[in-house]
């Protein structure tokens, strides 16, 4: 039995990243709708770089684009698929507080968990996007390897916890007020990791070239 980790595309973890990595983390991909065009992220092959001019062009042509959560039939079955194979998973969630994924993922998680009397999958509502949902996810799937107690790995082995002098540690350079608002966790601030991430990243030589360069 093993625990996977499973997150949606809402992480920025790109194929071109997990390959690089060795990371077995599995992306559920997300609709993102730009005018007529829709595009499945992290499913289709797409180019960033020009994905991206798109997008901003289109901003300022005042189309506003539209997301969607990750297809909760694909959800469903992708857990199903793995309890089949004999693991549990562990699924990182963009914040609950700005998407529909966490909620709808944990009932989900749920009816499954209830169907087979025994906690087979657990969603963490990562209360960030991005790259610091990534980083969670990254540093959780390095725990996994370890750890094959998915209680223990939701409680804080091998995801970010609410500690301290864990905060201390990875960020030394955040203000006391930061800290605070860090350990609080709050919705209304979750943009704090990311600050703290970026003071980290700042400190390596090569600064996420082209978001593939990420360091443990």
């Known amino acids: 039995m093993a625990i996977k980790i499973y997150t949606d595309a809402s992480s920025n973890l790109f194929e ?23 595009y499945l992220c992290y499913k289709d092959q797409i180019d960033v770089v020009e994905f991206s ?15 969607s959560l990750p297809n909760p039939g694909l959800f469903q079955q992708s857990m199903e698929k793995e309890i089949s194979n004999g693991n549990k998973v562990l699924y990182i969630s963009l914040a609950g507080g700005i998407s529909g994924t966490f909620q709808t993922t944990s009932m989900i998680a749920n009816q ?12 963490l509502n990562s209360k960030t996007a991005g790259l610091g949902e990534g980083m969670i996810c990254m540093y959780a799937y390095q725990e996994s390897l370890e750890e094959n107690n998915l209680e223990k790995l939701f409680e804080g082995r091998g995801v970010y916890k609410e500690d301290k002098k864990r905060i201390h540690r990875r960020f030394p350079n955040l203000s006391d007020k930061q800290r605070k608002d860090f350990q609080n966790h709050s919705e209304s601030n979750f943009t704090t990791f990311h600050q703290a991430s970026s003071l980290r990243f700042r400190r390596r030589k090569n600064r996420i070239d082209k978001l593939g360069t990420w360091e443990s």
């Open 112 to 123: 499954i968990n209830a169907k087979y009397k025994e906690e087979k999958v657990k969603v």
């Open 53 to 67: 001019k798109t997008f901003y062009e289109k901003m300022k042509e005042g189309i506003r684009p539209k997301t």
């Open 16 to 38: 071109s990243i997990l390959k690089e990595k060795n990371l077995d983390i599995q992306v559920l991909p997300m609709t993102v709708e730009i005018g007529d065009k829709s």
